[in-house]
T-cell receptor, first 119, second 115 residues
Framework: AQTVTQSQPEMSVQEAETVTLSCTYD???????LFWYKQPPSRQMILVIR??????QNATENRFSVNFQKAAKSFSLKISDSQLGDAAMYFCAYRSAYAGGTSYGKLTFGQGTILTVHP | EAQVTQNPRYLITVTGKKLTVTCSQNMNHEYMSWYRQDPGLGLRQIYYSMNVEVTDKGDVPEGYKVSRKEKRNFPLILESPSPNQTSLYFC??????????????FGPGTRLTVL
């Protein structure tokens, strides 16, 4: 079974600065997807960024980028030029890409990191 | 607008009183799933469905039931709720297959309190 670990329960950053959220995972599979979801106080789950394991290039979405280290099973999220609206709970998640398996389609989440942005 | 809807958004009930949380998606997705979110544990899968009439247990299925009679609907049933089922519940859906974006779309969540 796959596991996802977020070792930072809380992080804080000054507005306009950069912060990195850590995520490690454990899997025996070679083909999978990794995600970062944002959960603001509204509780809505919002997809921030997605990485496909067979792509070596790190994904980027505007101010959000990832550092994907497949061999180390590490998937960190970097938020540049932090804004007050970035304050939220962030979840790292894993999804198998193998069709037909019992875990196909399932998202396995980490425990979450609460990000506070100081003005 | 593509969306997943859940009802109710908030529910306070008492131990043993059967309840159903509805979930509906308008994206023609094959895959639907229920998760519960608890502090320090992230989201954990309760049940999932690969298609109509195809459902299976996730990681924490005890005390829950589901059904998938139509592709768009995937209700979560608590036949005899207990206080340890107090949680935030999310329904989610996604397409399947290599060509899909593999993004899972989430409903707005249902906050359930069992007294």
């Amino acid at each position: 079974a796959q596991t996802v670990t977020q070792s930072q329960p809380e992080m804080s950053v000054q507005e306009a600065e950069t912060v990195t959220l850590s995520c490690t995972y454990d899997t025996s599979e070679s083909d999978y997807y990794l995600f970062w979801y944002k959960q603001p106080p509204s509780r809505q789950m919002i997809l921030v960024i997605r990485q496909e394991a067979y792509k070596q290039q790190n994904a980027t979405e505007n101010r959000f980028s990832v550092n994907f280290q497949k061999a180390a099973k590490s998937f960190s999220l970097k938020i540049s030029d932090s804004q007050l609206g970035d304050a939220a709970m962030y979840f790292c998640a894993y999804r198998s890409a193998y069709a037909g398996g019992t875990s196909y389609g399932k998202l396995t989440f980490g425990q979450g990191t609460i990000l506070t942005v100081h003005p | 607008e593509a969306q997943v809807t859940q009802n109710p958004r908030y529910l306070i009930t008492v131990t043993g009183k059967k309840l159903t949380v509805t979930c509906s998606q308008n994206m023609n997705h094959e895959y639907m799933s229920w998760y519960r979110q608890d502090p320090g544990l992230g989201l954990r899968q309760i049940y999932y469905s690969m298609n109509v009439e195809v459902t299976d247990k996730g990681d924490v299925p005890e005390g829950y039931k589901v059904s998938r009679k139509e592709k768009r609907n995937f209700p979560l049933i608590l036949e005899s709720p207990s206080p340890n089922q107090t949680s935030l519940y999310f329904c989610a859906s996604s397409a399947l297959g290599r060509g899909s974006a593999h993004e899972q779309f989430f409903g707005p969540g249902t906050r359930l309190t069992v007294l």
